[in-house]
């Protein structure tokens, strides 16, 4: 089955520094990379996705890049504001018609000093 | 629209002890997934259903059941609780073929004692 690494495990950055988290995917196959935010005693909300057939998606100050020949993809956030303080998780699947189980990476905690 | 909903919020049992987790969505979709999150461990899939009537196992399904006789509701059973149960429970949800999105539940803490 598929086997998502993410990395670091946490981020410390100061507001206004760019905070980037990377995760590895095993199955060659897996097409939809979502990309999830968690806030302290929250429950998950989807933030951004990008399909294998897109290199690099962007919305406002995040972004998704994706590299399929290395098998990684990666979040970038931008000016970072303390309300980014959470953990974030990405996660990898194959996705063929209405087939969805994404496997998620162990989440990363993003902190963001004022 | 209220989402998907979770109950209870906290739970604390005692070791062998039996209980069930309720989840309902008012979405109308028709994939729901249970998932248990542990520290520094991400979200694993325990039991997941495409539609009513069908269910499937996850990645750790043991020591759990679930029903599917409604879209609208997934139950997650717990019958003999032991304390590796000790866990936050999301129940999740999405639409059939429009997006794979999945929405969240609010949770449910549990502790086995």
């Known amino acids: 089955g598929e086997n998502v690494e993410q990395h670091p495990s946490t981020l410390s950055v100061q507001e206004g520094d760019s905070a980037v988290i990377k995760c590895t995917y095993s199955?060659?196959?897996?097409?939809?990379f979502p990309w999830y935010k968690q806030e302290l005693g929250k429950r998950p909300q989807l933030i951004i996705d990008?399909?294998?057939?897109?290199g690099e998606k962007k919305d406002q100050r995040i972004a998704v890049t994706l590299n399929k020949t290395a098998k990684h993809f990666s979040l970038h956030i931008t000016e970072t504001q303390p309300e980014d303080s959470a953990v974030y998780f990405c996660?990898?699947?194959?996705?063929?018609?209405?087939?969805?189980?994404?496997?998620f990476g162990r989440g990363t905690s993003l902190i963001v000093h004022p | 629209n209220a989402g998907v909903t979770q109950t209870p919020k906290f739970r604390i049992l005692k070791i062998g002890q039996s209980m069930t987790l309720q989840c309902t969505q008012d979405?109308?979709?028709?994939?729901m997934y249970w998932y248990r999150q542990d520290p520094g461990m991400g979200l694993k899939l325990i039991y997941y259903?495409?539609?009513?009537?069908?269910?499937d196992k996850g990645e750790v399904p043991n020591g759990y059941n679930v029903s599917r006789s409604t879209t609208e509701d997934f139950p997650l059973r717990l019958e003999l609780a032991a304390p590796s149960q000790t866990s936050v429970y999301f129940c999740?949800?999405?639409?059939?073929?429009?997006?794979?999105?999945?929405?969240f539940g609010p949770g449910t803490r549990l502790t086995v004692t």
């Open positions: 999740a949800s999405r639409p059939a073929f429009s997006s794979y999105e999945q929405y």
């Open positions: 199955d060659s196959a897996s097409n939809y």
């Open positions: 990008i399909r294998s057939n897109v």
């Open positions: 996660a990898a699947s194959i996705s063929s018609g209405g087939s969805y189980i994404p496997t």
């Open positions: 979405m109308n979709h028709n994939y």
């Open positions: 259903s495409v539609g009513a009537g069908i269910t």
